[in-house]
């Protein structure tokens, strides 16, 4: 049974460039979560996406931006880099379409994340 | 702002103690609760979630919610060397959101000393 995979595990761009980040959900996981995790810190939702669709958006610039294609796939379009924006991109999957109290709905499985140097 | 409030520690106890990993968070309206354990370098893992208010048990593991007070607790049992990492508190946000969004403690750094 595949796990969550992100590609590409390191990356290294400069100010002002543009960058893809890549997700393959689990096996039979529709849902797809986005997270920034700087050094030190929790992660920060940035997105959710479900039926190929934004369904819920995190405190993150337009800057930021994302798909989900039929195959539950997803990726992580960061536009006008800036330093800031160094962290550990983790990608996050999930059943989709549950209520409260949903265990299956509830449980992420993270992906061994994309980590992102800004110079 | 839904904030989640841990403190980052380091927490170090001896193998075999009990380790007590704590967090508030500020959203009344919140109703689902999660642990995450994260070992450096690594993606976090699910280890524990709570609905309820009280304390349910999973091997080694308890986790206590207190509604009320907005309190989240995790309590390991005879620490282990291989428990040492960070733990992410994580709330689920209210029933009035869209789709499943989770805000994350900044987590507590925990040692145990063989």
């Known amino acids: 049974d595949a796990g969550v995979t992100q590609s590409p595990t390191h990356l290294i761009k400069t100010r002002g460039q543009q960058v893809t980040l890549r997700c393959s959900p689990k096996s039979g996981h529709d849902t797809v979560s986005w997270y920034q995790q700087a050094l030190g810190q929790g992660p920060q939702f940035i997105f959710q996406y479900y039926e190929e669709e934004e369904r819920q958006r995190g405190n993150f610039p337009d800057r930021f931006s994302g798909h989900q294609f039929p195959n539950y796939s997803s990726e992580l379009n960061v536009n006008a880099l800036l330093l800031g924006d160094s962290a550990l991109y983790l990608c996050a999957s999930s059943l989709g379409g549950g209520g409260l109290y949903d265990v299956r709905t509830d449980t992420q499985y993270f992906g061994p994340g994309t980590r992102l140097t800004v110079l | 702002q839904k904030e989640v409030e841990q403190n980052s520690g380091p927490l170090s106890v001896p193998e075999g103690a009990i380790a007590s990993l704590n967090c508030t968070y500020s959203?009344?309206?919140?109703?689902?609760f999660f642990w995450y354990r994260q070992y450096s370098g690594k993606s976090p893992e699910l280890i524990m979630f709570i609905y309820s208010n009280g304390d349910k048990e999973d091997g080694r593991f308890t986790a206590q919610l207190n509604k009320a007070s907005q309190y989240v607790s995790l309590l390991i049992r005879d620490s282990q060397p291989s428990d040492s990492a960070t733990y992410l508190c994580?709330?689920?946000?209210?029933?009035?959101?869209?789709?499943?969004?989770?805000?994350f403690g900044t987590g507590t750094s925990l040692t145990v000393i063989p």
């Open positions: 994580a709330v689920k946000g209210p029933p009035l959101n869209t789709g499943n969004q989770f805000y």
């Open positions: 959203d009344r309206g919140s109703q689902s």
